[in-house]
């Protein structure tokens, strides 16, 4: 058993390295591999709306680790509902694999009224077959304190996909909600978590969409707000909230947000606007300008990547087709995009070799996402606390009271070991947890990053892993 540490503040290039493992670089230099300055760099590429089971469930058969939470010898179903068209005769829909990189297709319902009908299988007659835009109150909402039963995945499917098609879908479109990836399917990703470290029980913050849970990651809240709109100025203009960027800069510490080319915007720029809008022309880049200072040694304290979510993508997003505001906003690629960006982001931070900047020893490459996004998955989430437990009810009465659901994350770095499997409850705001630890950045920003867990001890090796056999 290896121990585990926590990593101290001022730790770095600068302490005494004598005794340190060293590295010879392909420069001819040396790398003095610290392990107070493993987190020196953090690297976050977060990609979107995928579940723990939809891309990571399959990674471990029983017994093949000591513990990890995923889908294989159990028997996993949801119902179908008694008004389904085609295929109601079946009764359930058992979990099975994905026939193509595109699924689901259409994309699931991602706000708050359908993820409350996905993991409380709650949907009032009045919001079935209905778009956002008709649903009513009380929003598919469970009773408080109600534990979430996970059936109703299909329920909420076969509702919004007649919503959007104007039809009910067969049993075999609607089928799709349940499946997910095999390791062969999704190579890079499942390499990385066999590789490093995987999180079997980490959660996002709230059970909606994309906006909200990207606010929660740097902010841990969303100001009130559970939808990325109505209303359309709700994130750029009235989510005030202090954000780790500026934690950070008051610390004379440096960020940097990269954005895959060619996104026209960046969704962190859009939620946090009202607070980072004089640092769009000084900290807003893109990912070849991360793979640039990757090579050179020179990433800033906390880098955070966004997969190009517009045209083109690889953001792991499923299908859809929308018009944001007069924006074209086409269907995303194959996942196989979204394990390329990875692999290329993998590959910069492994490669890294400056002996006085970052690299491959002193950063930490985490792979995360925002939600889950209507995909299924098994394990209920937890209860949570609000951000301000004083605080009024939400947009669409959400107290912010529990958490959304388990999503894929990994830990990368030379201080981990090998089939690393975290089974402790982690969330998103345990980045924000992590580096006010490392960093002494000051009290908690909400009671939310207040009870997350710490990443730190996961780096639990006493020398770290030559790249060379990662």
Same mark, same amino acid.
């Given at each position: 058993?290896?121990?585990?540490?926590?990593?101290?503040?001022?730790?770095?290039?600068?302490?005494?390295?004598?005794?340190?493992?060293?590295?010879?670089?392909?420069?001819?230099?040396?790398?003095?591999?610290?392990?107070?300055?493993?987190?020196?760099?953090?690297?976050?590429?977060?990609?979107?709306?995928?579940?723990?089971?939809?891309?990571?469930?399959?990674?471990?058969?029983?017994?093949?680790?000591?513990?990890?939470?995923?889908?294989?010898?159990?028997?996993?179903?949801?119902?179908?509902?008694?008004?389904?068209?085609?295929?109601?005769?079946?009764?359930?829909?058992?979990?099975?694999?994905?026939?193509?990189?595109?699924?689901?297709?259409?994309?699931?319902?991602?706000?708050?009224?359908?993820?409350?009908?996905?993991?409380?299988?709650?949907?009032?007659?009045?919001?079935?077959?209905?778009?956002?835009?008709?649903?009513?109150?009380?929003?598919?909402?469970?009773?408080?304190?109600?534990?979430?039963?996970?059936?109703? #995945?299909?329920?909420?499917?076969?509702?919004?996909?007649? &919503?959007?098609? +104007?039809?009910? =879908? /067969? !049993?075999?479109?609607?089928?799709?909600?349940?499946?997910?990836?095999?390791?062969?399917?999704?190579?890079?990703?499942?390499?990385?978590?066999?590789?490093?470290?995987?999180?079997?029980?980490?959660?996002?913050?709230?059970p909606s969409q994309t906006f909200t849970n990207r606010s929660f990651y740097h902010a841990a809240t969303a100001s009130g707000f559970v939808i990325n709109y109505p209303p359309a100025d709700a994130f750029p203009v009235k989510?005030?909230?202090?954000?780790?960027?500026?934690?950070?800069?008051?610390?004379?510490?440096?960020?940097?947000?990269?954005?895959?080319?060619?996104?026209?915007?960046?969704?962190?720029?859009?939620?946090?606007?009202?607070?980072?809008?004089?640092?769009?022309?000084?900290? #807003?880049?893109?990912?070849?300008?991360?793979?640039?200072? &990757?090579?050179? +040694?020179?990433? =800033? /304290? !906390?880098?955070?990547?966004?997969?190009?979510?517009?045209?083109?993508?690889?953001?792991?997003?499923?299908?859809?087709?929308?018009?944001?505001?007069?924006?074209?906003?086409?269907?995303?690629?194959?996942?196989?995009?979204?394990?390329?960006?990875?692999?290329?982001?993998?590959?910069?931070?492994?490669?890294?070799?400056?002996?006085?900047g970052s690299n491959w020893t002193n950063t930490l490459l985490m792979v995360a996402f925002d939600e889950a996004g209507g995909t299924y998955d098994h394990v209920p989430p937890p209860a949570a606390p609000p951000p301000d437990?004083?605080?009024?009810?939400?947009?669409?009465?959400?107290?912010?009271?529990?958490?959304?659901?388990?999503?894929?994350?990994?830990?990368?770095?030379?201080?981990?070991?090998?089939?690393?499997?975290?089974?402790?409850?982690?969330?998103?705001?345990?980045?924000?947890?992590?580096?006010?630890?490392?960093?002494?950045?000051?009290?908690?920003?909400?009671?939310?990053?207040?009870?997350?867990?710490?990443?730190?001890?996961?780096?639990?090796?006493?020398?770290?892993?030559?790249?060379?056999?990662?």
């Amino acid at each position: 058993m290896t121990t585990r540490r926590r990593f101290v503040q001022g730790a770095g290039a600068t302490a005494a390295t004598a005794a340190l493992p060293r590295f010879a670089t392909a420069q001819g230099t040396t790398i003095a591999a610290d392990p107070k300055a493993a987190l020196d760099h953090v690297v976050v590429v977060m990609f979107e709306n995928r579940s723990f089971d939809n891309l990571l469930g399959r990674l471990y058969a029983p017994g093949e680790v000591a513990a990890f939470e995923g889908v294989l010898g159990k028997d996993l179903k949801n119902p179908i509902p008694e008004w389904a068209e085609h295929g109601a005769e079946r009764k359930f829909v058992p979990y099975g694999v994905s026939q193509n990189m595109n699924t689901p297709s259409p994309d699931p319902g991602e706000e708050y009224p359908h993820i409350s009908t996905d993991l409380f299988g709650i949907l009032n007659p009045e919001n079935r077959f209905k778009p956002l835009s008709k649903m009513k109150a009380p929003w598919n909402a469970p009773a408080p304190g109600q534990v979430p039963t996970m059936d109703g #995945f299909v329920m909420d499917y076969i509702s919004s996909f007649t &919503a959007e098609k +104007g039809r009910q =879908p /067969t !049993y075999e479109e609607y089928a799709q909600i349940m499946t997910g990836y095999t390791p062969e399917q999704m190579p890079v990703t499942s390499t990385l978590a066999k590789g490093f470290a995987v999180f079997d029980h980490w959660f996002c913050e709230v059970p909606s969409q994309t906006f909200t849970n990207r606010s929660f990651y740097h902010a841990a809240t969303a100001s009130g707000f559970v939808i990325n709109y109505p209303p359309a100025d709700a994130f750029p203009v009235k989510n005030t909230a202090e954000t780790l960027f500026e934690r950070l800069e008051a610390k004379g510490l440096s960020w940097r947000v990269y954005c895959d080319a060619p996104s026209p915007m960046s969704f962190t720029g859009i939620i946090h606007a009202s607070r980072l809008r004089d640092r769009f022309a000084t900290n #807003f880049s893109t990912v070849a300008d991360f793979l640039e200072d &990757a090579k050179a +040694g020179k990433l =800033p /304290t !906390y880098s955070f990547i966004e997969p190009n979510m517009w045209h083109g993508h690889n953001d792991m997003h499923p299908p859809i087709a929308a018009l944001l505001h007069g924006l074209p906003y086409d269907s995303p690629s194959s996942l196989l995009g979204g394990e390329a960006l990875l692999a290329q982001i993998y590959d910069a931070v492994r490669t890294s070799e400056s002996s006085d900047g970052s690299n491959w020893t002193n950063t930490l490459l985490m792979v995360a996402f925002d939600e889950a996004g209507g995909t299924y998955d098994h394990v209920p989430p937890p209860a949570a606390p609000p951000p301000d437990p004083a605080a009024p009810a939400g947009q669409m009465g959400f107290r912010f009271d529990r958490s959304g659901q388990r999503i894929p994350t990994l830990a990368i770095s030379a201080w981990i070991p090998e089939r690393t499997v975290v089974t402790d409850e982690y969330r998103n705001t345990s980045l924000i947890r992590t580096m006010r630890e490392r960093w002494d950045l000051g009290a908690p920003f909400t009671a939310r990053d207040a009870i997350a867990r710490d990443i730190a001890p996961v780096l639990s090796l006493d020398a770290p892993r030559d790249p060379a056999d990662w």
